[in-house]
């Protein structure tokens, strides 16, 4: 009997067969133009891969320019911290200083703790037993506040910890991506980007997969920022030679 697939399992299963057919689709797409198929003939002669290796790497470097450190660190800080780590802190403060204040004000005729009505969904008066319940826990608020604090402080400075180490990493795996990429590997197996033809292509790619295109001119800057960003990379991570 036939094992039956894991909802993971199909998932990358699934993800698998769409990015499969999206790069047939690209390769349909240069195929159908001339000056594209004599692009990407170029490049294979050039680099010596193999046509799927070139079209590996369009499909997944096109959308390299926006994959700087600054923009990558972002997003991922967005992802991370829905909410700010500053803003949870202060959130802390707030709250263990409403604690102090609602035990105050429970100490004085003023509070409601002991006079309030609680009433059900439908706004029926509950029983003795249950409002009793109720004001237990209205009395014990202070407390509660100061365990969600708590728990909320231990989960942010987990977190924040978690951040800390994680950052960097992030900071190295651009600059790994950057190295490896599409463009520094042409680059590296051929002496030139060879720009105007590798820029047709990336726009190709772009376009298909619903990216804008990106100008000549503006990939000429990027690519400069590139190899000067590659080689200042490799400088700071020589070693000095010794004398």
């Known amino acids: 009997m036939r ?3 894991s909802k993971a399992e199909k998932a990358i299963r699934e993800t698998g067969e769409l990015i499969r057919q999206k790069k047939a689709r690209l390769r349909e797409c240069i195929a159908s133009n001339p000056a594209l198929q004599r692009d990407f003939d170029f490049l294979v002669s050039r680099t010596r891969w193999s046509e799927e290796a070139l079209l590996a790497r369009l499909f997944w470097d096109c959308n ?3 994959a700087d450190p600054k923009s990558v ?3 991922e800080r967005k992802q991370n911290w829905p909410i700010s780590e500053s803003i949870l802190r ?5 709250i263990l200083k ?3 204040q609602i035990e105050r004000v429970n100490q004085t005729e003023f509070s409601p703790a002991h006079t309030v009505f609680f009433h059900d969904e439908k706004g029926g008066i509950l029983s003795g037993r249950e409002a009793k319940q109720r004001r237990a826990i209205a009395a014990d608020l202070p407390s509660i506040l100061r365990l969600y604090a708590s728990e909320l402080k231990r989960k942010v400075s987990i977190h924040a910890s978690f ?3 994680q950052k960097p990493q992030i900071e190295s795996l651009v600059q790994m991506a950057r190295e490896t990429s599409l463009y520094e ?3 590296f197996a051929t002496g030139r980007y060879h720009q105007t033809r590798l820029h047709r292509l990336v726009n190709a790619a772009r376009i298909d997969q619903g990216l804008p295109p990106i100008e000549q001119r503006a990939f000429t800057v990027w690519l400069n920022r590139l190899k000067k960003r590659h080689r200042t990379s490799r400088t700071e ?3 000095p030679v010794s004398t």
Do not use: C, D, K
Not at 90 to 94: C, D, G, H, M, T
């Open 163 to 165: 951040w800390r180490r």
């Open 3 to 5: 094992r039956r697939e």
């Open 185 to 187: 590997s042409i680059r």
């Open 64 to 66: 390299m320019m926006s």
């Open 98 to 100: 409403v604690a102090e």
């Open 237 to 239: 991570n020589t070693p």
């Open 90 to 94: 202060r959130a802390i403060e707030s």
């Open 73 to 75: 660190l972002a997003r």
